[in-house]
């Protein structure tokens, strides 16, 4: 083998700040406040705060690979911690606080963090924690010293007062590209959450790929509002995405409601917001109701769980905003796949592109994919045929931290996603289901997904989930439940009659509930496992 002889430059997250700080110091990094404000920062002041953490970290003595927690909501100073930890070689541990409380818990003990970096916000929640928070040293408050609690049980360190002592002068810590950066834990639906440790190396090449005209097509002249939090994978990349290219970074701190961000939208001329549907399902109850609008929003990029067909068509017929439709998992950085047409599809008529958008996308550079059968055999790439969606790629996970689960690779290195899907001849991935909510009926598989999503295409059905219950004769059949929008009145006959000519006859579900509301997880999907709680026992006719 002869070796290139181009030069060997670590792919280090921080490279990704100082190239913005260098390029885009002023840049703008706004975000709503836990406090209550709005914060109008750069990407060169980040820089600056965030060496100052790193600084605060190396003085009290974290060491690389050592784990530093963040309990926070998307704001500057979480992004300052998120690159001034990884800028000491320490490993940025961004902790769900929709979690069960046992559940923070198991998880900051599992990592060991030492420090927890949290907000405003949270001061009760970690005070109930903190007894059962076993390693963790030092409790950081991420606010000034105006907001400090008086009335808190905790030992508090005020974080403007931390990094005010020091200087931003010290350069990053030199570690190599592989070196662990952050950690993520899967919300652990099943079982206990397992953590993802992302390298600086698979973040940088992740956020890179983000770029691409293919994938989100940002630059110096975007303003990106990432409404996906941090700590559910990494905002899918955006404070690593926007500061590789220089975009102006919004954050609407602890604030999810549609009239706050959509206020926020168009205060800071936002023109692409990402998020999982159900913040969109709100957002478009909202704008229907009031009649506003989304100001400069040209995109929206939407991931987590499928997009129904009827939200691509609201953005597109009312707000004139394009839906991009994104999937991917933590263990996966997160992006996978994403809707960005092919020629081909571009030049369908609307409605047979739409067939091809409410897909989850074509692969991007980076992400190899294959569909199999339960022995492993790959299926072809047909569109029609379904099996287990296996994945490959430099910032696709290898195996859990401190290797739970055990292998999760095969021979050949392949990570199965727990999704059932189709591929098809043009690369579009659509995804059938997640392998343990597909509904087994007669032998035949029934999407639980495109179920839900035909569903809430019916004027007056706000939400819609789709669960098996046992069958005597075939095994399980479909419950669809159902909450109605504000003062509709639709009916299980209604559904019925709206379903019958957009799913096979043997897809139509057996029974339909209407509830106040569905339940949902730390991470916004429809919670499947409470449903079936809430619902077992449920007698259908025979
Ligand atoms: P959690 O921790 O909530 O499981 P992840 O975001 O890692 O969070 O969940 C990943 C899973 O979410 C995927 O395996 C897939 O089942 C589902 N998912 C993500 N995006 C989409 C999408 N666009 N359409 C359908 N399912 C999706």
Redesign the pocket.
Known sequence: MTTGTMQDWPLNVWKLIDHAAQNHGTREVVSLTCEGGVDRSTWGSVRSRAKKVAAALRRYGIRPGDRVATLAWNTHRHVECWYGISGMGGVAHTINPRLFEEQIAYIANHAEDRILFFDLTFVKLVERLAPNLKTVERYVLLTDRAHMPADCSLDLVCYEDWIAAESDAEPWTEVPETAAAGLCY??G?TGNPKGVQYSHRSNVLHAMAACMTDTFAVGARSVVLPIAPMY??NAWSIPYTTAACGAKLVMGGPNFDAPTLQKLIIDEGVDLALAVPTVWLSMLQHLEKTGGNLGKLTRTG??????PRSMIEAFDKLHNVRVM???????MS?LGTIGSPTPEVAALPYDRQLDYRVK?GRGIFGVEMKIVDDNGTELPRDGETFGRLLVRGPWIVGSYFKGDGGQVLDADGWFD???VATLDAQGYMH?VD?SKDVIKSGGEWISS?DLENCAVGCPGVAEAAVIGVPHPKWDERPLLIIVRKPGAEVSADDVRAYLSDKIAKWWMPDAIEFVDEIPH???G?IQKTTLRERFAGYKLAA
Request: charge should be neutral.
């Open positions: 899967t919300s639906t559910h994978a939407i991931g987590g769980s499928a997009v439709q994104l999937w991917g998992m933590t263990e997160p989850q996603t727990g999704d995804i997640r997904i997880t730390a991470t999907k």
